[in-house]
DNA sequence: AATCCACGCAACCGCGGGACT
DNA sequence: CAGTCCCGCGGTTGCGTGGAT
């Protein structure tokens, strides 16, 4: 890059006059493509445009390689399962969007923020499942049942139970879900007890932190969350 | 057939935070 | 420790398209 440095504030990333905006066309995907394939990026997308031979921001760049061009993006409509895992991390950890298409292989950010923008949010008005007036936030996707049963995700019809929102991570011992539920994980969670044959106390559960449940096998985080008794910040 | 309008999606923008010097 | 740079992210914009009038 060859930037004067800017006291004044961040620099521009790029010389906005000299880089072609708008749609991408075969011929640049084609060179990005071709280009990242034999040389990588090599860990910085701003020098890479000038590198390829191409006329585009490097930020533009590296959108459309990991929106559209990288290979395993999955194109096409979302499935019925897939919906569900959206709205129930979305009621538990709100428009996170990087860490709900890290649960959906071969989708991006990008797309599960257009899919709910556009037709999930409006599939979830129609049904009830968002209170037609004011803001979509996690703060009003709330559970209806204060006895909510765990829905069967490799299964699902039908849109999951909400998440009741609480100031702080929280869970009464009262509302633990059943071990049964949990103790097939095999997942590694760094930071937290993993062994969640022993998890029978409120204490195990309260030294989880969202960001270690995040890290969960995603069936076994559907199925706590699933309990509306649990809650976060 | 022409125009309007709503919708979906690709792309842009600005910010926060981590890495580096 | 402070300053700079870049990546990654979420919010937003604007264009293309198809349906309605």
Redesign the pocket.
Known sequence: ?S?????M?????CD?AN??????SPEEDAILKGYIHSHG?D??????PQKAGLK?????C???W???LRPGIK?G?FTEEEDSIICSLYSSI?????????KLPGRT???V???W???LK?KLLAGGWIPATGNTTTANIINPSPNPSYPDLSTASTLPHQIHLEPNFFCPSSSLPSLADVSDSTSSVAGANTDLSSWTTEESYSGLSMDNLLDLDFGIMYKILSNGSFGFS
Request: net charge positive.
């Open positions: 890059m930037q004067t440095p800017n006291t504030g961040r620099a521009p990333c906005k880089v072609k905006r708008g749609p991408w990026t860990g910085n997308w701003i020098s890479l585009r921001c490097g930020k533009s590296r959108l459309r990991l929106n559209y194109l409509g709100g428009s996170r969007w990087a860490v709900i298409a890290s950010d990008n797309d923020k257009n899919y923008n556009t037709r409006k």
